[in-house]
């Protein structure tokens, strides 16, 4: 094998090669991120694929239903904030398995909910539990990965809110037909306890975890050093890169999260599937978005490793996302099920694959240290244009008795995103964090 030294320059074209020599724990630790994930957005997911049942036998109004799920946003909004400072903190081991503890718990306890208002206080504490699960995974990701391979890591395990969201719709309508909704929230919800059994034999950081070579160790810390010190979040506010980050999850965390919880009565509203129809539709829309979270990751990564910058490949990735999402708008004016779940697909790739990019570009211009804490205020900003969107969406659904704005909002505001990342980050350039002073972006 080359010497280490070697391995740390960017330019070498059997880079890949030499990545696998070094060896491969990083990406065992990658994979638990997956699943965390994926636990994530099955435990979120659930409510959405029972919506039209719920709002049958409860019998909420869209009004209720979009408030139900502002108060989710509200909480993540809370979480977040909480969350990113916390997970710095402690660390990722704790902070993880802490809020995988808390998140299973709450997702467990919608069996108990019965009204509109218990549902809202059951999604309001799935929110403060399952907002530390992004923070804590773009840490590890960049504790555990080079520069030039995170946004493919991030990618990877992204994918699992996609994995998520297909494995949601296929447990749960067999399961609450054969033992009703409760038990449908109560089993998935107690799938987190499994990982934090996984996770806290086998996870300790790089420096000090046995089943890392010194090969790969120094692969994973080819980059410069970060500065020394904690950063705080006065000093992070202070950075447009912190608010292009924070933009972009802003415009396009709603959109996610309206296909995430209005799919499934979109899809019964307007052609009529029910609980037994309603998991096929939702399966396809996932699976080809988990596609275009690897596919966003892999592709600036690609771009970067033939020499683009890492600001041109992250910014014609997400363009490229952009083009892909403006199709959606017309999901509602179409006559087949099948197309509108073909162009609501196509929208939720898409949607993953500006994610993926969105999430790396804080471990691009941020220190390690800091990353928790960045997408923490760039989460908060997602959530809070969740509160907004999710409490609208039901409103106007009431008044208008159509779907339309709502997905001609999401095919259009991708672009505007890609526009205002562009505006506040312009070169991608590291925060300079050592000084609390200017906003250092070139």
């Known amino acids: 094998m080359k010497r280490l030294s070697a391995i740390a320059e960017p330019g070498e074209r059997n880079a890949d090669a030499e990545a696998r020599a070094v060896g491969s724990y990083r990406w065992v630790i990658c994979a638990l991120l997956f699943l965390a994930t994926t636990i ?61 503890l808390a998140w299973s718990l709450a997702a467990a306890g919608h069996a108990l909910a019965g009204s509109a208002l218990g549902f809202g206080v059951a999604r309001f504490f799935l929110g403060l539990g399952e907002a530390g699960n992004f923070p804590a995974a773009l840490k590890t990701t960049a504790e555990w990965f080079p520069r030039r391979e995170r946004a493919m890591a991030t990618g ?57 070579s010194v090969a790969e160790r ?43 919880f ?30 275009g979270s690897v596919a966003g990751g892999w592709l600036s990564s690609h771009l970067i490793a033939r020499d683009w910058t890492v600001n041109a490949a992250r910014k014609v990735a997400m363009f490229a996302c952009a083009l892909c999402v403006i199709p ?68 106007i659904r009431e008044v208008t008795g159509s779907y339309l704005i709502m997905f001609v909002v999401a095919g259009v505001v991708y672009v505007v995103a890609v526009l205002a990342v562009h505006l506040l980050a312009p070169n991608l350039t590291p925060a300079a964090v050592e000084s609390d002073r200017g906003m250092n972006d070139g």
């Open 40 to 100: 994530n957005y099955v435990d979120r997911g659930v409510l959405g694929v029972l919506a039209p049942e719920l709002e049958r036998s409860i019998g909420w109004t869209d009004a209720q239903y979009g408030d139900i799920n502002a108060a989710f946003a509200f909480a993540y909004a809370i979480g977040f904030v909480a969350a990113g400072r916390f997970i710095d903190r402690v660390g990722a081991k704790v902070g993880y398995a802490v809020s995988l």
């Open 156 to 212: 990877i395990f992204n994918a699992g809110s996609n994995v998520g969201a297909v494995v949601a719709p296929l447990v749960v309508p067999p399961l609450a037909l054969w033992a009703g909704w409760q038990a449908a929230f109560a089993v998935t919800g107690l799938l987190g306890l499994v990982w934090v059994a996984l996770w806290l034999p086998l996870y300790d950081p790089p420096e000090r975890s046995a089943r890392v």
């Open 218 to 260: 120094a692969w994973i810390r080819q980059d410069p050093p970060d500065p020394v010190g904690a950063i705080g979040w006065g000093t992070l506010l202070g950075y447009r890169q912190t608010w292009a980050v924070a933009a972009g999850k802003f415009l396009t965390d709603p959109v996610w999260w309206f296909y995430l």
């Open 262 to 291: 209005w799919s499934g009565k979109f899809l019964a509203d307007r052609f009529g599937a029910d609980l037994k129809q309603i998991g096929l539709p939702l399966v396809i829309i996932y699976l080809m978005a988990d596609v």
């Open 328 to 395: 959606v708008s017309m999901a509602p004016m179409v006559s087949s099920l099948w197309a509108a779940v073909g162009l609501i697909g196509l929208a939720a790739a898409a949607h993953q694959g500006f994610s993926a990019n969105i999430y790396t570009m804080a471990s691009d211009m941020f220190p390690r240290q800091a990353i928790g804490s960045v997408i923490g205020i760039a989460g908060t900003a997602g959530a809070i244009g969740g509160i907004l969107t999710q409490a609208a969406s039901g409103r």
